[in-house]
């Protein structure tokens, strides 16, 4: 159910070309850009297809090409070789348009690029046009509405902290009707209660207005909570994509799995000690796939370290020389020094 204020962006003349549409509207084929001959930053035959209305988040280590494949989607950058088409026609690089990005696209990057003087609804309201007054002053108080920041409307940019710039910011972004967002890093800088608030706002405009987001994180979590889609970069390269908990519960790579979750490897001859039967080089594990008993056995596990993550706690095993992660639900329970039993409930073959 769409809520009140979306319903209000609506009748405001808000996303109404926003239908929902089967065939792909982004498409990478063979793209590749790098920055130097003989640097290995940047992105490699990467071939992409995105849906509209798709929550898309890109995840991959520091230094794996993120940032250069969003700004490839969004046309600051130009692909050295390949072609990236939008809507089925070929994206202009900033070598083929005076103002580089897609008119039909707005990024929200970390500098918020705010009128710090000015007042909020100042703003927001500047971004559209004067033709008509009372169509643009409806537009910025539904906006405002919508992103729950309506009672801020007549305070100056200087006055508000770090989230409630960066909800102005996105204001700012969408109130002119892009049919895509691209947000990079989008929860550096925000603090737990604030990071949960703006995934939030992130999750509304993509479920209540149709508008596709695409997003680069470093945290894996913001694409397991938020995407509908996830893209996994490794050294420019695109290994696998697909839905949050295929990706999570059936990697086709290791790293992935690393990626996504806390999981831990072992050499095969390591998991046959623990009486995994694999014919395979590796075995991966998750923390919550690791079952913990009390033991006074001399076979057991060392408890080596105790980490508390809240609701729960990982704990670091040991014995003979191998060493496992578990997930225990009930923190108290272990202590450092205490031994445990361990059963597998599950594992990956690699």
């Given at each position: 159910m769409k809520s009140p204020a979306s319903a209000e962006i609506q009748q405001a003349g808000f996303f109404?070309?926003?239908?929902?549409?089967?065939?792909?509207?982004?498409?990478?084929?063979?793209?590749s850009k790098h920055y130097s001959e003989d640097s290995a930053a940047g992105v490699s035959t990467i071939d992409l297809v995105i849906k509209k209305g798709d929550f898309i988040a890109i995840v991959g280590e520091s230094g794996s090409g993120k940032s250069t494949l969003l700004k490839l989607i969004y046309g600051l950058l130009a692909p050295d070789s390949g072609e990236v088409f939008f809507k089925g026609e070929h994206l202009n690089g900033p070598h083929e348009k005076l103002i580089p990005g897609h008119d039909s696209m707005k990024m929200l990057n970390q500098?918020?690029?705010?009128?710090?003087?000015?007042?909020?609804?100042?703003?927001?309201?500047s971004m559209l046009s004067n033709e008509d007054v009372e169509g643009k002053k409806q537009k910025a108080l539904a906006m405002m509405g919508f992103l729950r920041?309506?009672?801020?409307?007549?305070?100056?940019?200087?006055?508000?902290?770090?989230g409630e710039q960066q909800r102005v910011a996105l204001a700012r972004a969408i109130i002119t009707e892009p049919e895509v967002l691209l947000l990079d890093e989008p929860f550096s800088q925000l603090d737990a209660v604030l990071k949960t608030q703006f995934r939030a706002d992130l999750k509304r405009l993509n479920d209540e207005l149709g508008i596709t987001i695409i997003i680069v994180s470093h945290d894996p979590v913001d694409g397991l909570t938020l995407a509908n889609q996830m893209i996994i970069l490794k050294d420019g390269k695109l290994i696998e994509s697909g839905k949050p908990d295929q990706l999570y519960s059936k990697p086709a790579y290791i790293y992935t799995g690393k990626l996504l979750g806390n999981a831990f490897v072992l050499s095969s001859e390591a998991a046959r000690k623990m009486g995994i039967k694999t014919k395979k080089e590796s075995v991966m594990i998750y923390p919550e796939w690791v079952q913990l008993k009390s033991s006074w056995s001399s076979k057991g596990y060392l408890i080596k370290d105790v980490f508390f993550r809240g609701f729960y706690e990982d704990l670091l095993l040991e014995r003979d020389g191998i060493e496992v992660i578990a997930m225990n639900p009930k923190p108290g329970i272990y202590s450092k020094g205490q031994k445990v039993q361990v059963v597998i409930s599950n594992f990956l073959e690699f």
């Amino acid at each position: 159910m769409k809520s009140p204020a979306s319903a209000e962006i609506q009748q405001a003349g808000f996303f109404s070309i926003f239908e929902t549409m089967s065939q792909p509207f982004i498409s990478l084929e063979n793209v590749s850009k790098h920055y130097s001959e003989d640097s290995a930053a940047g992105v490699s035959t990467i071939d992409l297809v995105i849906k509209k209305g798709d929550f898309i988040a890109i995840v991959g280590e520091s230094g794996s090409g993120k940032s250069t494949l969003l700004k490839l989607i969004y046309g600051l950058l130009a692909p050295d070789s390949g072609e990236v088409f939008f809507k089925g026609e070929h994206l202009n690089g900033p070598h083929e348009k005076l103002i580089p990005g897609h008119d039909s696209m707005k990024m929200l990057n970390q500098d918020f690029n705010l009128n710090l003087f000015a007042k909020v609804y100042e703003n927001i309201e500047s971004m559209l046009s004067n033709e008509d007054v009372e169509g643009k002053k409806q537009k910025a108080l539904a906006m405002m509405g919508f992103l729950r920041i309506d009672h801020l409307a007549n305070k100056k940019i200087v006055e508000l902290s770090g989230g409630e710039q960066q909800r102005v910011a996105l204001a700012r972004a969408i109130i002119t009707e892009p049919e895509v967002l691209l947000l990079d890093e989008p929860f550096s800088q925000l603090d737990a209660v604030l990071k949960t608030q703006f995934r939030a706002d992130l999750k509304r405009l993509n479920d209540e207005l149709g508008i596709t987001i695409i997003i680069v994180s470093h945290d894996p979590v913001d694409g397991l909570t938020l995407a509908n889609q996830m893209i996994i970069l490794k050294d420019g390269k695109l290994i696998e994509s697909g839905k949050p908990d295929q990706l999570y519960s059936k990697p086709a790579y290791i790293y992935t799995g690393k990626l996504l979750g806390n999981a831990f490897v072992l050499s095969s001859e390591a998991a046959r000690k623990m009486g995994i039967k694999t014919k395979k080089e590796s075995v991966m594990i998750y923390p919550e796939w690791v079952q913990l008993k009390s033991s006074w056995s001399s076979k057991g596990y060392l408890i080596k370290d105790v980490f508390f993550r809240g609701f729960y706690e990982d704990l670091l095993l040991e014995r003979d020389g191998i060493e496992v992660i578990a997930m225990n639900p009930k923190p108290g329970i272990y202590s450092k020094g205490q031994k445990v039993q361990v059963v597998i409930s599950n594992f990956l073959e690699f």
